[in-house]
């Protein structure tokens, strides 16, 4: 179907032109106030070519004096071309930028037996300098290939004899491994001509894995140094070892798909490095009691002279099925103990901790949760993603474990996959992803935060296809095959690698607990996601929200809303630390507390009245672990000491509030449930206080918060206090406290925020 519209004033549509040569005219609207006078033609695929060869020798008639007759039509000729064009585009979104030079799936009509719409395709592709695929696929009356140019160019197709009959996003997981690897190669040059790599001394994703491909074109100018933490191995990997290299390409651009695809400048922020702890992306000679020792090999051949600010990337777990109950291993330990800052000397009895924690040497480690594998995948994937519990080293409290979500839904547009439908639906957990949904309480919650982690799909037979259409496009570990996809909690913990080292980037001075609560703090549920989340209610039991963020986490964080503003949305990031514990009576008792006003405009607040108002806390710091046998039996005994946050009610006095919050901590410690805590406007409450990273959300009305301006952060009892250790005093905690405040109408918070009080770090989301 095409409109026609004639916008002159001394002009009528030519009805009768409209219905010949083929075409057929369906109906006419009259010229109005609005709109000109409109025409709705039908026209085949054969007579496209004719009608608008006619319709443009029309407009540029000339008359005897040599000026186009309908000079009024000459400039509406690109519009009918694109008008056109629109009527040929088959995906669901907008159509692009006309002026934007983008790749195109064109879908070519065959005329007649004897017809080579390619040839004459490539004729005008030359004529026009087009990049175009060398390659292309042929179906009955179409002929499909890639061409990268702009609508208003590509519309030139349309008086030729290479007709369009369909446009199409190139789906590049789908279309790109039929094509030849040339074209894979243009791709990637273009790519590469587009992008500026970051400063030598830019932030960096380290990838623990098995090893990188440091030549690829993609990241050879962002890939900085090579190490192998296994004895009698170089850093490259083995031949047939690509894991490394397909989540090195995750942790520098994320998904490819959109990069390729697109034409804008690309300026990255962050670098790589990469240590191989692994010889192949299966490792059956390293044995899993000797990870933790690989883990502080790994951390001191990468630190040493390399004074820089890094996140830890491992996409690598335990290949124990059946996963781990929470409690700590040897290998948790170890990236707990580095994640902190405290030296480890791994012996035969186990882990050693020499000297107490450094802040100045901790570390930020992203750890994937594991994958449910082929034997247990099932079309019910959430009944069996929430019965396999994340993998060793993944319970680990100081680290973001990272699990995956999807929004790769639509099968192949092949006739080979009719009938194949995906698992998840959009939003959804990814089947690939394991929860922590089985762990009894004091264990952390996990994962922390959900990526894309791509899906399944189900064929009409049972069968299931990790086809590549329903994963994430990223470098290849392959010489003959320079792009891959990748998919599971491994994809998704490198793209979560990415957002820390981008966040580090933005934020230099964070610590690496700051950009941990960061990106939690960031996260949200998708539709899916929240759809299974009971609605906040008086007195409703909190117990299905706390297994539900043991599948999902906190949701999904983005790029936009880790790193961006606005005006109405302002949250405030506190760092601090303080000495939490003194000798009384020769044991150690908690002997402080910090107390932060909130600097929220109350005078606003209430105005506003009952306006609901939305809060977001945030609380991440790191723990010094326990790590020996002994030690992991008990509420406290693996942390070295827990903190806990809450704001002080409307009716409390600042008094009445520290007086609560002592009693609450002591009750905690004795195994007493709290029987003051039940403010019902918080989302989780006491579940909340799992791991060493914690996070809920207070929503009421305007008029409430305003009497709710001071946030405590106050110490409980680990290991530290429980063995009365002197040596441990007078020794600082650190933390990074994040709150967020959210209001549904058009009222300016972040003004008089920033007039009140001036926050040491501050970002608005």
């Not at 010949?20 to 109005?32: C, D, E, I, Q, Y």
């Not at 992306?281 to 000797?290: A, K, M, N, R, V």
């Not at 002279?305 to 291993?329: C, E, F, I």
Request: net charge negative; with cysteine.
């Amino acid at each position: 179907m095409l409109t026609v519209a004639c916008w002159s004033a001394d002009h009528h549509l030519a009805l009768k032109s409209l219905d010949a040569h083929g075409a057929k005219l369906l109906s006419v609207l009259p010229k109005s106030e609005e709109l000109p006078e409109r025409a709705l033609v039908w026209l085949p695929f054969t007579v496209v070519p004719k009608f608008v060869d006619l319709f443009e020798k029309f407009a540029i008639e000339l008359t005897s004096g040599g000026k186009p007759k309908n000079a009024a039509l000459v400039a509406n000729i690109d519009e009918l071309r694109l008008s056109v064009l629109h009527e040929l585009w088959q995906e669901g979104e907008s159509f692009p930028d006309p002026a934007e030079p983008r790749w195109w799936e064109i879908w070519l009509v065959q005329l007649t037996k004897n017809h080579d719409p390619i040839r004459e395709f490539h004729r005008v592709a030359e004529h026009l300098r087009w990049q175009v695929s060398e390659a292309a696929l042929a179906f009955p009356y179409r002929v499909v290939t890639l061409v990268r140019t702009s609508a208003q160019e590509l519309g030139t197709l349309l008086t030729t004899n290479a007709i369009p009959g369909e446009l199409r996003k190139p789906g590049f997981t789908e279309e790109l491994f039929g094509l030849e690897r040339t074209f894979q190669a243009d791709l990637i040059n273009d790519l590469v001509s587009r992008t500026t790599a970051a400063e030598p001394e830019a932030p960096a994703v380290c990838v623990l894995d098995c090893g990188v491909q440091a030549e690829h074109p993609l990241l050879k100018a962002s890939f900085d140094n090579g190490y192998t933490a296994i004895e009698g191995t170089t850093s490259a990997p083995a031949p047939t070892a690509t894991h490394g290299t397909e989540m090195a390409g995750l942790a520098l651009y994320g998904d490819l798909e959109q990069l390729l695809n697109g034409s804008s400048p690309i300026r990255l922020e962050h670098r790589l490095e990469s240590v191989k702890i692994l010889r192949g992306h299966h490792d059956s000679e390293t044995q899993p009691d000797l990870y933790g020792k690989l883990m502080v090999d790994a951390a001191a051949r990468v630190e040493i002279g390399q004074d820089r600010a890094r996140v830890y990337s491992m996409a690598v777990t335990s290949g124990d099925l059946r996963g781990v109950d929470g409690r700590p291993t040897s290998w948790s330990a170890a990236i707990d103990a580095l994640a902190v800052g405290t030296d480890v000397l791994p012996g035969p009895r186990g882990l050693g901790l020499l000297g107490q924690p450094d802040h100045e040497a901790a570390r930020l480690f992203f750890i994937s949760a594991g994958n449910v594998t082929a034997e247990d995948w099932d079309p019910d994937h959430l009944v069996i993603s929430d019965t396999r519990q994340v993998n060793d080293p993944a319970q680990a409290w100081n680290v973001l474990t990272v699990g995956a979500y999807t929004e790769r839904v639509d099968p192949p547009v092949d006739a080979a996959y009719a009938g194949y439908r995906a698992i998840a639906p959009s939003g959804e957990l990814s089947p690939f992803s394991r929860t922590s949904v089985p762990w009894g309480k004091g264990r952390p919650i996990k994962p922390d935060i959900v990526m894309e982690g791509g899906n399944l799909l189900l064929a009409p037979s049972g069968d299931f296809d990790h086809h590549e259409v329903v994963e994430v496009l990223t470098t290849s570990g392959r010489p003959y095959s320079p792009l891959t996809t990748a998919n599971a909690t491994s994809a998704a913990t490198s793209q979560a690698a990415r957002l820390g080292a981008l966040a580090l980037s933005k934020y230099p001075s964070l610590t690496p607990q700051a950009i941990r609560g960061l990106l939690v703090h960031a996260a949200e549920w998708t539709p899916a996601m929240a759809a299974h989340f009971p609605a906040p209610k008086a007195n409703s039991p909190k117990t299905k929200r706390h297994s539900l963020l043991r599948r999902y986490g906190w949701g999904v964080p983005t790029e936009q809303r880790v790193l961006a503003s606005a005006a109405d949305d302002v949250t405030m990031i506190v760092e601090d630390e303080f000495k939490p514990f003194g000798r009384s009576s020769g044991t150690l008792s908690m002997r402080a507390m910090r107390l932060h006003s909130l600097p929220w405009p109350a005078d606003l607040l209430q105005e506003l009245g009952n306006v609901p108002v939305r809060m977001r806390v945030t609380l991440s710091y790191f723990i010094e672990p326990n790590p020996s046998n002994r030690g992991w039996q008990g509420k406290y005994a693996y942390a070295s000491h827990g903190l806990r946050f809450d704001v002080i009610r409307p009716t409390e006095n600042l008094a009445g509030f520290q007086k609560r919050l002592g009693n609450e901590a002591e009750d905690e410690e004795r195994g007493v449930r709290a029987t003051s805590s039940t403010d019902d406007r918080w989302f989780l409450g006491q579940a909340r206080n799992s791991g060493s990273l914690h996070a809920d959300l207070w929503n009421g009305h305007a008029i409430d918060l305003a009497r709710c301006g001071v946030i405590a952060v106050y110490p409980v009892g680990g290991w530290w206090k429980q063995n009365n250790r002197r040596d441990r005093v007078n020794v600082p905690v650190r933390y990074t406290l994040l709150v967020s405040l959210f209001t549904n109408v058009a009222a300016d918070i972040y003004t008089p925020i920033a007039n009140k009080i001036q926050i040491p770090v501050q970002i608005e989301t």
